[in-house]
């Protein structure tokens, strides 16, 4: 028997989508005003959710504030107020995309986790816009 448990969480953050090997003309093309080179902002939030059998001893899928600590360590305090193309290392050469902060965020935060349990990361860069990885 399966359960799934999910934690929210949130943080701000600056970027700006672009190659450095395409000209101003085809990544203003491509990515229109997230090309601004004076970076702009996101209120980024963050569904996280485990998979895994009810522990029987505890009860718990996984400890909820052992997850609210990994994500405060591993993202809330890596990302948020922060410039991600600027401050945070993984992304000095990967475009800060949500689709690849959602995948960044999973590789971190799968090494914290119990390997028995499933990981899905949805993160939300505007109310509209979301993306998920679940590691395939
Ligand atoms: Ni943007």
Redesign the pocket.
Known sequence: MKVTVSRKAHFNAA???YRKDWTHEKNDQVFG??NNPNF?G?NYELIVSVTGEIDQETGYVIDMKVLKDIIKDEVEEAFDHKNLNLEVPEFKDLNPTAENIAVVIYNKMKLKIDSSLKLEITLF?TPRNFVTYSGN
């Open positions: 970027h700006r989508l005003k997230c702009h996101h860069e």
